[in-house]
């Protein structure tokens, strides 16, 4: 079970929704990794194939061992480096509760900023899906402009089911309202 | 006018018993595993602090953590067997 104490949340909030980007964001950054992982097979293969002269130097010890040193070094450095992206995609989210939008922004592992917005303060939220793909995976850009000319808009890029984000804050903005409402007017 | 071909041949008295030794690859694989571990440090900083209980982060972290452990074992077999 998730715990937000980090967040400070008041007492009676709670996180109702977590938006994070679209997995298929961190697929092309995977593949990457797997391609760079399978290389050097791709360049001893190829070495064997083209180039055989080069096997012929005299290695001390055994040539199968020293080839696997240096591998799985390759293969533990691009471990971290994925983890270290993976990090920065993870950890770049959203967090709406009953009275307002956390957003995280995780720039690099040593780069992380929070910002709040609360409902009150909405004044508009754009909705963007652009392409095939995006369309079929249900994925986009949501936008959210706030009232004020000296406070930022919020924007978070490729995210899962962008139209049920909106309807859940304006749900959120809605349901403020209307308490603000009864309460100035007193019913 | 003909082109001069270039010709490529490694060399086959290259010695490199005095660059690639059990010492050397051991205090390789030894620095190696310190900027790991301390980079490890800095994720599992960043998951234990924001990644909010989340169970992504906990699976995440334990595949994370699993893989180096069977990947430094196999490098360090490299080492015993070269």
Same mark, same amino acid.
């Given at each position: ?74 293969? !533990? ?69 706030? +009232? ?40 | ?27 390789? +694989? ?40 069977? !990947? ?11």
């Amino acid at each position: 079970m998730s715990n937000y104490k980090n967040l400070h949340l008041d007492i009676d909030e709670h996180v109702i929704l977590e938006v994070r980007k679209h997995w298929i964001v961190f697929v092309s950054v995977a593949s990457g990794f797997l391609f760079a992982g399978l290389l050097p097979l791709i360049i001893f293969t190829g070495l064997k194939a083209f180039v055989p002269g080069v096997f012929s130097v005299d290695v001390p010890g055994s040539g199968v061992a020293l080839f696997l040193y240096f591998y799985v070094i390759w293969l !533990l450095t691009l471990w971290i480096l994925f983890f270290i992206d993976w990090t920065k995609y993870y950890l770049d989210v959203w967090y709406v509760t009953e009275k307002r939008i956390i957003a995280v922004d995780q720039k690099s592992v040593f780069h992380r900023g929070m910002s709040n917005l609360r409902f009150d303060k909405i004044q508009d939220i754009t909705v963007e899906v652009h392409g095939f793909i995006p369309t079929l995976l249900d994925f986009g850009n949501v936008k959210v402009q706030t +009232a004020g000319q000296d406070s930022q808009d919020f924007y978070i890029k490729s995210v899962k089911h962008p139209q049920e984000i909106r309807k859940v804050i304006f749900g959120r903005q809605n349901k403020i309202n209307e308490q603000e409402g009864s309460k100035a007017t007193g019913v | 006018m003909e082109m001069p071909i270039l010709s490529f041949s490694l060399p086959s008295s290259l010695n490199f018993d005095s660059l690639i030794n059990k010492p050397v690859l051991l205090f390789g +694989a030894i620095i190696f595993f310190i900027i790991y571990f301390i980079l490890s440090g800095v994720l599992r900083y960043h998951w234990h602090n924001y990644g909010m209980r989340n169970v992504g982060i906990i699976f995440a972290q334990s595949l994370f953590f699993l893989i180096s452990i069977v !990947l430094f074992a196999v490098l360090g077999l490299t080492i015993y067997y070269f």
